[in-house]
Nanobody, 126 residues
Framework: VQLQAYGGGLVQAGGSLRLSCAASVRTFSTYVMGWFRQAPGKEREFVATINRNQYGSTAYSDSVKGRFTISRDNAKNALYLQMNSLKPEDTAVYYC???????????????????WGQGTQVTVSS
């Protein structure tokens, strides 16, 4: 499985960005997908996850709930993260992740995902 995240950039606080993740795999719909982020000097943290189905159940970290929306298009092997009302504290490298074996209780655990994209930088200026 190869994942490539893109769409990051520099945006002012209050602005929006849409991240995308392209997956090179024939059975994309069998993978639980997630977005994580890592700021300088900090550990990688959970952002959002979506279950296998096109309209699968989603979960968000408290810090992004109500501002970010995760979605997927299984026909295009694509994962998205719509980020609105961005804050300077959202500044980080954002990674997409995938795994077939993620169980419900572990969806927010980076260790539960075996496949990772290279990351895309998001910088929010104040």
């Amino acid at each position: 499985v190869q994942l490539q995240a893109y769409g990051g950039g520099l945006v002012q606080a209050g602005g929006s960005l849409r991240l995308s993740c392209a997956a090179s795999v024939r059975t994309f719909s069998t993978y639980v997908m997630g977005w994580f982020r890592q700021a300088p000097g900090k550990e990688r943290e959970f952002v959002a996850t979506i279950n296998r189905n096109q309209y699968g159940s989603t979960a968000y970290s408290d810090s992004v709930k109500g501002r970010f929306t995760i979605s997927r298009d299984n026909a295009k092997n694509a994962l998205y993260l719509q980020m609105n009302s961005l804050k300077p504290e959202d500044t980080a490298v954002y990674y997409c992740a995938a795994d077939r074996g993620v169980i419900q209780s572990e969806r927010a655990n980076p260790g539960a995902y075996g496949y990772w994209g290279q990351g895309t930088q998001v910088t929010v200026s104040s």
